[in-house]
């Protein structure tokens, strides 16, 4: 147990962040103050916290686009930086549509449910979006452009 210096509430050792030169490796203040205290900070500096990010990403250039790609794809689809690798390996880097091969693919899903259809290219995946998703639209897409090429 330890008394938290900000808040001068006693907590379990697990509520405070470790630090080794703190007494018994433990910050002084406990973790819901730090938080609190952080937040404040950054709210009040956000230039310097805006550089400080900036910094932090120069010095570990290969940790955060995969923490943010894994951190995106759980929070926005529901599925792990590797399990978009499978899917990405499975199709061999293929769009699910137009079949060109790309270094990347994006994620598509159905907006109602939230449920993963597959991946596809960038533009493949802004087209069905343009169409709002509604395969009667992407129909008559197909009809405007049949049309197009017999008046050809």
Request: glycine fraction near 6%; hydrophobic fraction near 25%.
């Amino acid at each position: 147990m330890k008394r938290c210096t900000k808040c001068k509430v006693l907590k379990d050792d697990i509520e405070f962040s470790k630090l080794k030169h703190g007494k018994k490796g433990l910050q002084s203040w406990c973790k819901s103050c730090m938080v609190k205290s952080n937040k404040r900070w950054r709210e009040k500096n956000p230039e310097k916290n805006r550089d400080q990010k900036k910094r932090w990403r120069e010095r570990h250039p290969d940790y955060m686009p995969a923490y943010q790609k894994n951190y995106h794809l759980v929070t926005t689809y529901g599925i792990t930086i590797e399990e978009y690798v499978s899917m990405y390996n499975n199709r061999d880097g293929h769009c699910d549509i137009c079949t060109d091969w790309f270094e990347s693919l994006v994620v598509d899903h159905d907006h109602e449910t939230g449920e993963v259809r597959g991946l596809l290219c960038f533009k493949c995946n802004l087209a069905i979006g343009m169409l709002d998703d509604n395969i009667g639209n992407l129909h008559r897409a197909i009809d405007y452009l049949k049309g197009k090429e017999e008046n050809e």
